[in-house]
T-cell receptor, first 111, second 115 residues
Framework: DAKTTQPPSMDCAEGRAANLPCNHSTISGNEYVYWYRQIHSQGPQYIIHGLKNNETNEMASLIITEDRKSSTLILPHATLRDTAVYYCIVRGSGNTGKLIFGQGTTLQVKP | EPEVTQTPSHQVTQMGQEVILRCVPISNHLYFYWYRQILGQKVEFLVSFYNNEISEKSEIFDDQFSVERPDGSNFTLKIRSTKLEDSAMYFC?????????????FGQGTRLTVV
């Protein structure tokens, strides 16, 4: 599974969009990009995933560049409850299903 | 909404004792996982389990650890003789499939404290 690179921390004003970047320059054609978050020490929470098309659900949008070497998770209207560590993970189809977590990005939403 | 449940939420045990951490995965899921997170560190994969056998394990998952699906609903992690360094949050996860396009859902974790 390809490695990912994320900034260690970001701030966002409450009510504004939070854009969290992720680089995965070694991603291969059958690997998906996943986003999870962890609020304090709770269990990681699934947010969204995608292969090459942009995806949107009730939580967030995922924008994947055309070359698939990077992606951005967008929380359209961040709230204080979105303060968490956000993990970008690449996982391939041949994988047993395990997720390899990095250090993630700590997003601080400020009033 | 279906969810993964873990019990107990907090377990304190003496060094050298055996502990069993319990998980009830989402009911139609077939793939089960354990992860751990030592305080202040990243989430680490321990083991994946499918069709009543381990499909993959990490180097952390040594002979002190074992997993079992004793019935149709529970999935357990046993630590045979706990060490101080086993103190961590342990998370169970499940998914309906493996493969690139399937999400895994996590429980809220069991905080294990070894004293």
């Amino acid at each position: 599974d390809a490695k990912t690179t994320q900034p260690p921390s970001m701030d966002c004003a409450e009510g504004r969009a939070a854009n969290l970047p992720c680089n995965h320059s070694t991603i291969s054609g059958n690997e998906y990009v996943y986003w999870y978050r962890q609020i304090h020490s709770q269990g990681p929470q699934y947010i969204i995933h995608g292969l090459k098309n942009n995806e949107t659900n009730e939580m967030a949008s995922l924008i994947i560049t055309e070359d698939r070497k990077s992606s951005t998770l967008i929380l359209p209207h961040a709230t204080l409850r979105d303060t968490a560590v956000y993990y970008c993970i690449v996982r391939g189809s041949g994988n047993t299903g395990k997720l390899i977590f990095g250090q993630g990005t700590t997003l601080q939403v400020k009033p | 909404e279906p969810e993964v449940t873990q019990t107990p939420s907090h377990q304190v045990t003496q060094m050298g004792q055996e502990v069993i951490l319990r998980c009830v995965p989402i009911s139609n899921h077939l793939y089960f996982y354990w992860y751990r997170q030592i305080l202040g560190q990243k989430v680490e994969f321990l083991v994946s389990f499918y069709n009543n056998e381990i499909s993959e394990k990490s180097e952390i998952f040594d002979d002190q650890f074992s997993v079992e699906r004793p019935d149709g609903s529970n999935f357990t992690l046993k630590i045979r003789s706990t060490k101080l360094e086993d103190s961590a949050m342990y998370f169970c996860a499940s998914s309906s499939l493996t493969g690139g396009g399937t999400e895994a859902f996590f429980g809220q974790g069991t905080r294990l404290t070894v004293v």
